[in-house]
């Protein structure tokens, strides 16, 4: 996978260039295609509007905290625009080439395969940062009020934390991509769960006992809850220090788990010729 | 081949590739129930103990799980319709089969109501699982209303279809549906009162939903379910409905043949 003279200085700039073209490739892309960026702009603060109305019916009539409470939903949405990369970003690369018919050239020239991967979610992550900067200033506008964030360096170590464990995610169901043809489903499931699992939209102190279990299991609540903790203040899970170690520690294991499952599937796809069928 | 036999051979093969593509229906099935667990679960903590009081006094009733279905069944329904029959033929032009069946001898509108039909047994097959298995829990003396409650699915589909024959004009022309089918199943979520009663959206956007078939239809559903309403109080409201099943069909399939025409005028009608 990795360059024969890696880690040399020639090695590394060559896996600049080649994440560099994978990257300019995918922009290049989204660029022609001006709906996706409609649809962006357009789907995120209606997402939002929609939860945030139907949310509306629950809440007292008194409300007395409203600027904390809607700090908290638009994390939660920022949350989730996070995840969408990972699954419909870093995990759909290979099955976006496998329809196109591009993954098998793609294989076969001289780079590293996930290159590919990486410039698809750095491609991704930054138009999501934009639209996440735009919905911010519109709901701003339409009087959502002002988002709170009293930790910004804490945020963005979170944030790396949850990006590295992400990335490690989105390998894993790359290569997935290679084993199930009907990845759609699967991602629908995984998506929706992580929504409902993860305290992304409420705290998981609202789950119920023995799935609060399963909640508590996913690495993405750790990562969640140290963001939110960070902007909020709010208390997190475990004690502080402690999560924060264990947070570190398991982007890393993600990551790790990612990348060698990726590398094991698409060797077991190589052998049984089932990298390109779609 | 008579007409029939074509509908009956478009049904058939909508049915197949549902059958060997089980994801998307069980995704349909599953979507209400994991939309309604994310809005309670965010309810409950806005509200705390007293989230479904306050739901009650905004919407008149108790019953949270039964309204949210509601809405939600209805909204996948439309969203099947949109799904299918506004992106049925872009999918032929992407297998590169738009050709194929555009000369074959048979009427373009017996085509889109072919696809229809797929459709009347797959959004009729989500109300009865979803809704069903929702009233079994909580209502389970309710067979009238269930069956009340699916005659106004059934009277509110014509129209949606309207609005699917539009759509599938629509991308034969501009291309990339799913963005343009993601887009508007959120519009149409959020304008038709799937999880709140459109009364409190703002009255500009109420003039919108008042446009919208699936407006009416939750509307009358809850009324039917919740509030014991039979199909014949409801009349005014359904009359509205029959007038946008006449009037959505007509401008869909005309702005379809339009825009069919014009692509195959300039030669786009199978270009990726």
Known sequence: MLPVNFPSIESFTRLGEEFKAAFMKDLRSYIRYPAWLVGDLVSTPLWFFFFAVGVTLFAPTTQTSVYHGYSFFFFGFIFIVLFSTTIWGTGQSVRNEQMAGTLEQFFLAPSNRLTLILGRWMRIFITDILVIGYTTVLLYVFGGGPLSLYEPALFVFALALYEVGSIGFGLFFAGLT????????????????????????????????????????????YFIDLMRHAALLTPTILPMGFEYASAILLSFIMLLVGFVTFNWIEQDARMRGSIATS | ?????????????????????????????????????????????????????????????????????????????????????????????????????????????????????????ITTAIFLIVVGVTLALTLPGAYLAFFQAFLMLLIGLIPLFGIGFLFSGFVIKFKEPYIFTQMVNLIFGTLTGTYYPVTILPYWVQFLSAVLPQTYVISNMRQIVLANRTLVSLYGSIFILLALALVYPTIGYLVFKKLEKDASVTGELSKY
């Open chain 2, 1 to 121: 081949m008579g007409t029939l036999g074509v509908l009956a051979a478009i049904f058939w093969k909508g049915i197949k590739h549902y059958t060997r593509y089980p994801g998307s229906l069980v995704i349909y099935l599953m979507l209400p129930f994991l939309f309604t667990l994310l809005i309670f679960g965010m309810g409950r903590f806005v509200g705390g103990g007293n989230a479904a009081l306050n739901f009650a006094t905004r919407t008149g009733t108790s019953n949270v799980l039964v309204y949210e279905m509601l809405g939600g069944a209805v909204w996948m329904t439309g969203w099947v319709v949109v799904e299918d029959v506004g992106v049925a033929l872009r999918d032929e032009q992407m297998k590169g089969t738009l050709e194929q069946n555009f000369l074959a001898p048979v009427n373009r509108f017996t085509l889109l109501v072919g696809i229809s039909l797929t459709d009347i047994a």
């Open chain 1, 178 to 221: 290679m084993k199930l043809k009907s990845y759609n489903t699967l991602s629908n499931l995984v998506f929706f769960g992580y929504m409902i699992l993860t305290g992304a939209l409420f705290p998981v102190t609202v789950i119920p006992m023995p799935f609060r279990y399963v909640s508590l299991a996913i690495p993405f609540t």
